[in-house]
Structure formats: structure tokens, C-alpha cells
């Protein structure tokens, strides 16, 4: 590759050898999680990505560098610092630069992920459009991202706090395939439903298997989003949620929180509403979806490194 970007050796070896890999986010290790459950939950998704025989590669920015196949110690330095930026699309070049820990989003993992040809990508919820975006235009590149790269996203929905009507919708205007594993409707993040259906339902990986040739068929692009919805002991009830939702949201208005600060503030606040709840269900769901993206990387292997 080039100096500025640092490639793991197993991860090095995964890709010049066509084995199965899956990359993983790193800001919901500096922004989505408290610390230590952060560190647990980062190596967790490493574990269980390893036990289904693929090969995990978490990324992020380490003083500079842009780094595919974070270590222990990489880990703990987005866990712990203050300061860690949250780079997405636009910033991301603009941390390449010494003395910079940056983490990366859905958006800014799938743009380092396709650059070295990981194909699969695993994280708890996808950023989508913003309740309110009629005011704020407040609208995740994550979005666009997904149209952009030919990927398979395992999530288990765009994060609750969104409005997931103008997601979904959104999502079907980019192209973005979306299908439910064994479940027809698309899952709420901290809840297994929601009112909107899915584009299909599979069953097993063999269907998603055919989706893959078919696609490829007809030469298609963009990235397929497996829907994986979090387990029912740790799902909340909708009623719960929105309202916490509401409160942290009249809190963020108050105090002016938007941009790239608002997904944080809001997720803060509303596990603190929750009493930790909604970490806990959040914690479940990023292993789960590693879990389930191992076995799709490992399954889908030949088809995906043909493209
Ligand atoms: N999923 C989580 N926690 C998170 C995120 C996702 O369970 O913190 C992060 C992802 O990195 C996602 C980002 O890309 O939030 C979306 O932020 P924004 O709305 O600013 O695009
Ligand atoms: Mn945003």
C-alpha cells in the first residue's frame, strides 16, 4: 500500500491470500460506548469474528496513521483518550496527520474497507436521517456511503434515535438492498421491530448466496444491508424508547448539540435514561452482528472475492 496507511500482517496475508475478512467501526469504541465496556465490547466482536473462522480488522487513526487491523494497544487508545475525532467522508484525509486519533464511522470503515478489498463490514447500528431533518438537514453520509460501495453491512438498523421512515426510504432511493435475517421487518436498533418491512427475508446464508450471483449477474452496485435485530432479553419496548428519546432530543435542542456531536450527546444521554439498558442491548447486538458477519465473510468467500 503507501506509508500512510499500516495493514495488520494477518490482515495483509487475508487479503493477498483471498481469505475471508470482516472490518469493524471504531467509533462506537471512542463515541458510542463508555469506558471499559468499549474494550469489552471491541474484543468481544474481535473473538467471536475469529470463531466463525474469518479474520476481524478493526480501523481506525493512530497519530497519523490509518490503520486496518487495530491491536490491543490501538484498541485502548480510542477506548481511553479525550479527544478522539469522529471522521466520517468529508474529514477523513484531514486526519492523516501527526498527533491525530481519529475513529472511524459506518461511512469512513466501508471507504477504508473497499480501498483494500474487505468486503463484509459489521457494526451495531447504521446512521441514517435525523428526526427533525427538515429543520436541521442533519443526514448521516452513511447513507451515501452504502450506495457508494459494493458491500455487505450486517447492523441491526439505523440507531433509534433516527427517523427510521425517512431512512428506509432514503436507503431504497441509494439502491441500498435491504434484507432481514429470519425477520420481515426491519429491526428498531434497541427494539427486534418496526412497522417497516424489509426487501426480503432470508432464512439461511445459501439464499443470500444467490442474491450475491444474481446481483453480480447484472453487474450491480451498492451494498446490501443484512438487518440482524437485537436479542429479545436485552430488546426494549418502542414506548420506552421514544420516550427517552424525546427527552434526550428536547435536551440536545436546548443546549444546541448538532452535527457530528448530536449521535454521541443523544446516545449519552439516553443510557443514562434507561439506566444502562440501552448499553446493554447495544453491547449485545455489536457481538451478535460479528458474529453473524464472520459466517457471511467465511460463506459468501469465493462469490465476493470475485468481484
Ligand atoms: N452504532 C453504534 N454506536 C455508534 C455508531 C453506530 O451502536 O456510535 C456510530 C457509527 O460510527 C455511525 C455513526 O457511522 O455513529 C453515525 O454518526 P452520524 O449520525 O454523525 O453520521
Ligand atoms: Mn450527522
Given at each position: 500500500?503507501?506509508?500512510?496507511?499500516l495493514?495488520?500482517?494477518?490482515?495483509?496475508?487475508?487479503?493477498?491470500?483471498?481469505?475471508?475478512?470482516?472490518?469493524?467501526?471504531s467509533?462506537l469504541?471512542?463515541?458510542?460506548?463508555?469506558?471499559?465496556?468499549?474494550?469489552?465490547?471491541?474484543?468481544?466482536?474481535?473473538?467471536?469474528i475469529?470463531?466463525?473462522?474469518?479474520?476481524?480488522?478493526?480501523?481506525?487513526?493512530?497519530?497519523?496513521?490509518?490503520?486496518?487491523?487495530?491491536?490491543?494497544?490501538?484498541?485502548?487508545?480510542?477506548?481511553?483518550?479525550?479527544?478522539?475525532?469522529?471522521?466520517?467522508?468529508?474529514?477523513?484525509?484531514?486526519?492523516?496527520?501527526?498527533?491525530?486519533?481519529?475513529?472511524?464511522?459506518?461511512?469512513?470503515?466501508?471507504?477504508?474497507?473497499?480501498?483494500?478489498?474487505?468486503?463484509v463490514?459489521?457494526?451495531?447500528?447504521?446512521?441514517?436521517?435525523?428526526?427533525?431533518?427538515?429543520?436541521?438537514?442533519?443526514?448521516?453520509?452513511?447513507?451515501?456511503?452504502?450506495?457508494?460501495?459494493?458491500?455487505?453491512?450486517?447492523s441491526?438498523?439505523?440507531?433509534?434515535?433516527?427517523d427510521?421512515?425517512?431512512?428506509?426510504?432514503?436507503l431504497e432511493?441509494?439502491?441500498?438492498?435491504?434484507?432481514?435475517?429470519?425477520?420481515?421487518?426491519?429491526?428498531?436498533?434497541?427494539?427486534?421491530?418496526?412497522?417497516?418491512?424489509?426487501?426480503?427475508?432470508?432464512?439461511?446464508?445459501?439464499e443470500?448466496?444467490?442474491?450475491?450471483?444474481?446481483?453480480?449477474?447484472?453487474?450491480?452496485?451498492g451494498?446490501?444491508?443484512?438487518?440482524n435485530?437485537?436479542?429479545?432479553?436485552?430488546?426494549?419496548?418502542?414506548?420506552?424508547?421514544?420516550?427517552?428519546?424525546?427527552?434526550?432530543?428536547?435536551?440536545?435542542?436546548?443546549?444546541?448539540?448538532?452535527?457530528?456531536?448530536?449521535?454521541?450527546?443523544?446516545?449519552k444521554?439516553?443510557?443514562?435514561?434507561?439506566?444502562?439498558?440501552?448499553?446493554?442491548?447495544?453491547?449485545?447486538?455489536?457481538?451478535?452482528?460479528?458474529?453473524?458477519?464472520?459466517?457471511?465473510?467465511?460463506?459468501?468467500?469465493?462469490?465476493?472475492?470475485?468481484?
Amino acid at each position: 500500500m503507501n506509508n500512510k496507511i499500516l495493514i495488520d500482517k494477518d490482515v495483509k496475508y487475508a487479503i493477498k491470500n483471498k481469505q475471508p475478512i470482516v472490518s469493524l467501526e471504531s467509533t462506537l469504541i471512542s463515541h458510542g460506548l463508555p469506558y471499559p465496556l468499549n474494550i469489552e465490547v471491541a474484543k468481544k466482536s474481535i473473538k467471536v469474528i475469529k470463531s466463525t473462522g474469518s479474520l476481524p480488522a478493526t480501523i481506525g487513526i493512530i497519530d497519523g496513521y490509518i490503520k486496518i487491523g487495530l491491536n490491543d494497544e490501538d484498541i485502548n487508545i480510542l477506548a481511553k483518550k479525550k479527544n478522539v475525532q469522529k471522521i466520517s467522508r468529508h474529514n477523513i484525509a484531514l486526519a492523516m496527520k501527526k498527533n491525530s486519533y481519529a475513529s472511524t464511522t459506518v461511512a469512513s470503515t466501508m471507504m477504508i474497507s473497499s480501498l483494500v478489498g474487505i468486503k463484509v463490514f459489521s457494526t451495531g447500528g447504521i446512521g441514517g436521517v435525523h428526526r427533525n431533518s427538515q429543520k436541521t438537514y442533519d443526514i448521516s453520509s452513511d447513507l451515501i456511503e452504502l450506495h457508494r460501495k459494493n458491500m455487505i453491512v450486517v447492523s441491526s438498523g439505523a440507531k433509534s434515535i433516527l427517523d427510521i421512515f425517512k431512512t428506509n426510504e432514503l436507503l431504497e432511493t441509494l439502491g441500498v438492498t435491504k434484507i432481514g435475517y429470519k425477520v420481515d421487518n426491519v429491526p428498531g436498533f434497541w427494539c427486534r421491530k418496526t412497522n417497516l418491512n424489509v426487501d426480503l427475508k432470508i432464512n439461511n446464508l445459501q439464499e443470500l448466496l444467490k442474491i450475491i450471483e444474481n446481483r453480480n449477474l447484472i453487474n450491480q452496485n451498492g451494498s446490501i444491508l443484512i438487518y440482524n435485530p437485537v436479542e429479545k432479553k436485552y430488546s426494549i419496548k418502542n414506548n420506552d424508547i421514544e420516550k427517552w428519546i424525546n427527552k434526550a432530543q428536547k435536551k440536545a435542542e436546548k443546549y444546541k448539540i448538532k452535527g457530528k456531536e448530536l449521535t454521541p450527546y443523544l446516545l449519552k444521554e439516553i443510557s443514562e435514561l434507561s439506566k444502562g439498558k440501552t448499553i446493554k442491548a447495544n453491547m449485545s447486538l455489536i457481538i451478535n452482528n460479528a458474529k453473524l458477519a464472520g459466517k457471511i465473510a467465511n460463506k459468501m468467500n469465493k462469490i465476493l472475492w470475485k468481484k
